[in-house]
């Protein structure tokens, strides 16, 4: 097992949860100093350090163990896992603690005009995602066999541009769904932002800042709710 004497958490750069993840470290007391290229930070306060990637590489970085822990959205951390156990059978990556912003969920949408009576409407349809291991894992559960379309961004326009008659997608005020004459039904996975890990057994320097991290985390949420 390595060891390290400092913890090291995967933060995003840019993106949704980007500001609210370092608002909360500083509001768990940790300070922190950016590096030049805008891609480390540096524990001031703590033996703790950020680096900061795209959500898309947190889980990755955690399951290598390039870092201890990710703030990520669950999303991001199912679908990684669920990929992970398809590719080698099993994956060490977990959730630790549900971190209560990045509010969103991952929902079925179909074109507004029709009518939702279940799952079962989804057989022998083309459903376009992002998140395909999260879809299989849905449509394993009520038996559907369904064509999954897999795309990295814009699934919303995946209906107009002829690609699928239903998307799988992340919600959250719904604008988006109302743009594109979609309507949101099943929800296969509420998401929120939460701590991910995998092995967090440290022998070194880093088991007591985790205890403190933790903790403090902990407080934090506590007066939040
Ligand atoms: O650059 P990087 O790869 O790091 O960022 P990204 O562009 O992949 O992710 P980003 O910053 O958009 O989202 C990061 C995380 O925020 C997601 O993984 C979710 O956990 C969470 N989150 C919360 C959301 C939303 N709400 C959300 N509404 N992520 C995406 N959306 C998108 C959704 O895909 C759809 O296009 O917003 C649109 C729908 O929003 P509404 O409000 O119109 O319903
Ligand atoms: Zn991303």
New binding site residues.
Partial sequence: MKTRDRLRIAV???????DASQQLLAQCGFRFRQSRDKLFCFGETHAVDLLL?????IPGLIAEGTCDLGF?????LAEQRLAQVAEAGSSALCEVRALGF???RLAIAVPQEEPWVGPEQLQGRKIAT?YPALLANYLRENRVQADIVVLS????IAPKLGKAEVIC???????????NQLKETAVILK???VLAAADLDFVDERAPVLDLLLRRLDGVMAVRE
């Fill in positions: 995003q750069k840019s993106g949704r949860l980007a990637v795209r959500d898309d590489d990520v959205g669950r999303n991001v990045g509010g969103c992002s961004g814009s699934v919303e997608d992340l919600v959250s005020s719904g604008a988006t769904l109302a743009a998401s929120e932002a």
